[in-house]
């Protein structure tokens, strides 16, 4: 009996040091999964003696009973949203619609101001544009933040200090995937939070709960029915804007407001360049608001020959337009994604014609493009080109491979065979008598602008580009373009900000071409072919001001971009595609020196290539370079 009695004991004995056993490893196992989440999860996060429960919490500081403004706001994995008095005001629930959504309510009607999203998930520079929006409000709006999908994957801490001294309890734990909402009200001199609540995500995989907060306030006196501004026409136009929007730099400011004259300065005789100018425009007001500032800045500018053409009937970006008093045109979308934008531009493009039958030409502006102040006198220059030389196709304000490392000379044009947009002229001639009546059907899901570079709608012919880019592309979202396309691919390029360039057009016709490339060619230094971009990136290009330098590269076909693809990665320029070449042959500038490339034996000028040299060849991948470990930095 003692013996067994013993054998129990000790099986019991081991049975619970096996338990205490697994248990010691499921804890360390979860511990070290959440440390391994946690140096996984991109975001960096401060030290703090705060403990943040799992389960969300709710405060309601300086909520009032009885209030006449009831105000919710949600936040969740799907949407972010506020709900007004039981009316959804806003709501942002597109899939691709992620990070801090933020709401701004008038604080004596409670009506909606401003609707903004941050791609804090994708971008840096977006939280930073979330304290630049709060700081241009007018004090005493009401202000709700809300995450929509994931917020803190770039959410900095300098950002979230910010946040933290508005009153927020929160921020500064807001974690990979946690949902979080936030409603206090704009005041420069004392934090007044109303609601805030935050939900911890589970583990790295998955979402946190939803957040829903609600407070209750009484209505305050309005602001902007305040400010003592003069009585005139700009005025009014002013008032009329700033009783129902907000989020617009200093318009709406009591104490020295921005103006909102749309008055261009003139050319040096006193006159305007009567060239009808169609702002192409959806539902992206803030963008266009940036686009028409620098849009009144352009040397000989007819505000009467300009007009905004929105896709949709969306208030806000007609309102900022009416603002600045100019004319507006909306009409209803047709189709969806790539399609409706393509049959937003036919429609524009036909209204504009008919509009001003008097007139040869258009210029065609996107809503996300801000452009030099020399834009209209760039093309107006290069017009009898385009009126005379029937090898032309168009006349653009931007250039595909124009980074401030690859230009230098804002004098000089070049002709390409691909059609780049982004700010450009179309004749009438062209698009009455060819591309309106093929345009592509709404059942067709095209890009308008990949259409036009079809050889059966280009023919053959080329654009005519500037080295520097008279447009600069800001939008960093869109149906296309999204934060890290545009950090990558658009936010170096260069604008110019030179007036009064004078441009040698003749040397954009056809046969006067020629002749310059055969001038350049026939002064220009061989570079060392035994080296490539990719393998000597900072040597490739001596260090010498204003020398010509070629180099041959292999293309067996017009078709075959492997190596040139190759070389773009290594400058850093544009990639995806091959753009802005002439005949196999490309041009820019690289460290103060024009440099030419030509792809052999594609190119008609491989002629001028010595025997002895072998193109350089690429055929293996190269891996565009880091910011930090780039030669141009």
Same mark, same amino acid.
């Given at each position: 009996m003692v013996v067994k009695a013993i054998r129990i004991f000790l099986a019991a004995v081991v049975l619970v040091m096996s338990v205490a056993n697994i248990l010691?490893?499921?804890?360390?196992?979860?511990?070290?999964?959440?440390?391994?989440?946690?140096?996984?999860?991109?975001?960096?996060?401060?030290?703090?003696?705060?403990?943040?429960?799992?389960?969300?919490?709710?405060?309601?500081?300086?909520?009032?009973?009885?209030?006449?403004?009831?105000?919710?706001?949600?936040?969740?994995?799907?949407?972010?949203?506020?709900?007004?008095?039981?009316?959804?005001?806003?709501?942002?629930?597109?899939?691709?619609?992620?990070?801090?959504?933020?709401?701004?309510?008038?604080?004596?009607?409670?009506?909606?101001?401003?609707?903004?999203?941050?791609?804090?998930?994708?971008?840096? @520079?977006?939280? +930073?544009? &979330?304290?630049?929006?709060?700081?241009? $409000?007018? /004090? *005493?709006?009401?202000?709700? #933040?809300? !995450?929509?999908?994931?917020?803190?994957?770039?959410?900095?801490?300098?950002?979230?200090?910010?946040?933290?001294?508005?009153?927020?309890?929160?921020?500064?734990?807001?974690?990979?995937?946690?949902?979080?909402?936030?409603?206090?009200?704009?005041?420069?001199?004392?934090?007044?939070?109303?609601?805030?609540?935050?939900?911890?995500?589970?583990?790295?995989?998955?979402?946190?709960?939803?957040?829903?907060?609600?407070?209750?306030?009484?209505?305050?006196?309005?602001?902007?029915?305040?400010?003592?501004?003069?009585?005139?026409?700009?005025?009014?136009?002013?008032?009329?804007?700033?009783?129902?929007?907000?989020?617009?730099?200093?318009?709406?400011?009591? @104490?020295?407001? +921005?103006? &909102?004259?749309?008055?261009?300065?003139? $050319?040096? /005789? *006193?006159?305007?360049?009567? #060239?009808? !100018?169609?702002?192409?425009?959806?539902?992206?007001?803030?963008?266009?608001?940036?686009?028409?500032?620098?849009?009144?800045?352009?040397?000989?500018?007819?505000?009467?020959?300009?007009?905004?053409?929105?896709?949709?009937f969306f208030d806000e970006p007609a309102s900022v337009a009416r603002m600045f008093g100019l004319r507006v045109f909306e009409h209803e979308g047709v189709s969806k994604k790539n399609s409706r934008i393509c049959q937003h531009y036919k429609r524009s493009l036909t209204t504009s014609f008919d509009a001003f039958p008097q007139a040869k030409y258009v210029a065609i502006i996107e809503e996300d493009l801000e452009v030099s102040v020399d834009i209209l006198t760039y093309f107006n220059q290069l017009l009898p080109v385009l009126e005379n030389d029937e090898s032309v196709y168009c006349i653009s304000a931007w250039n595909d491979q124009g980074y401030d490392y690859t230009v230098h000379d804002p004098a000089m044009t070049y002709r390409i065979e691909t059609m780049p947009g982004l700010g450009w002229v179309l004749s009438r001639k062209l698009y009455k008598g060819e591309l309106e009546a093929k345009w592509p059907a709404p059942d067709v899901f095209w890009d308008w602008d990949m259409w036009m570079r079809m050889p059966n709608q280009r023919k053959g012919r080329e654009c005519i580009i500037p080295d520097i880019s008279r447009t600069y592309h800001f939008g960093a979202k869109g149906l296309n373009v999204g934060p890290a396309m545009n950090d990558a691919y658009f936010k170096r390029h260069a604008i110019n900000t030179v007036p009064n360039v004078k441009i040698d057009a003749d040397l954009m016709y056809k046969d006067n071409y020629e002749q310059e490339i055969n001038r350049l060619l026939s002064q220009a230094e061989l570079l060392d072919h035994s080296i490539t971009p990719c393998t000597n990136p900072k040597n490739f290009i001596p260090d010498t001001q204003n020398k010509i330098y070629l180099f041959y590269i292999r293309m067996d076909n017009t078709h075959d971009y492997l190596t040139w693809t190759n070389v773009a990665r290594c400058f850093r320029i544009w990639d995806l595609d091959a753009r802005g070449f002439h005949k196999s042959l490309w041009r820019m500038w690289v460290k103060g020196n024009h440099v030419i490339y030509i792809g052999c034996s594609a190119s008609p000028y491989c002629n001028q290539k010595p025997s002895d040299v072998e193109p350089i060849y690429m055929p293996n991948k190269e891996t565009r370079p880091s910011d930090e470990n780039f030669f141009a930095k």
């Open positions: 010691f490893i499921v804890e360390n196992w979860n511990t070290a999964q959440t440390e391994a989440a946690r140096r996984s999860w991109p975001f960096e996060k401060e030290e703090s003696n705060r403990i943040v429960p799992s389960k969300a919490f709710e405060t309601t500081a300086s909520s009032v009973e009885g209030g006449d403004i009831d105000i919710q706001v949600y936040s969740s994995k799907e949407k972010a949203s506020v709900i007004v008095n039981g009316e959804v005001v806003s709501e942002m629930n597109l899939e691709r619609m992620r990070g801090i959504a933020a709401f701004v309510l008038n604080q004596k009607t409670g009506a909606l101001m401003a609707a903004r999203a941050f791609d804090t998930y994708a971008s840096k @520079e977006e939280g +930073e544009e &979330i304290v630049k929006f709060i700081e241009i $409000l007018q /004090d *005493g709006r009401i202000v709700c #933040l809300a !995450v929509k999908d994931e917020a803190a994957n770039s959410l900095e801490s300098e950002v979230r200090k910010y946040i933290e001294k508005l009153g927020s309890g929160f921020i500064r734990d807001l974690g990979w995937r946690d949902m979080w909402a936030f409603i206090f009200q704009r005041n420069s001199k004392e934090k007044n939070v109303f609601a805030e609540s935050h939900q911890k995500a589970p583990d790295f995989d998955n979402w946190a709960k939803e957040v829903m907060i609600r407070t209750s306030l009484k209505r305050e006196q309005g602001v902007a029915s305040e400010c003592g501004w003069d009585n005139n026409d700009s005025n009014m136009r002013r008032r009329e804007f700033c009783e129902r929007i907000e989020g617009y730099g200093r318009v709406c400011h009591c @104490e020295d407001p +921005e103006s &909102i004259d749309f008055d261009p300065p003139a $050319l040096e /005789d *006193g006159s305007r360049i009567d #060239l009808p !100018v169609l702002i192409m425009a959806g539902n992206r007001p803030q963008y266009l608001f940036r686009m028409l500032k620098s849009l009144r800045r352009v040397q000989g500018l007819n505000p009467d020959m300009v007009t905004v053409f929105i896709d949709g």
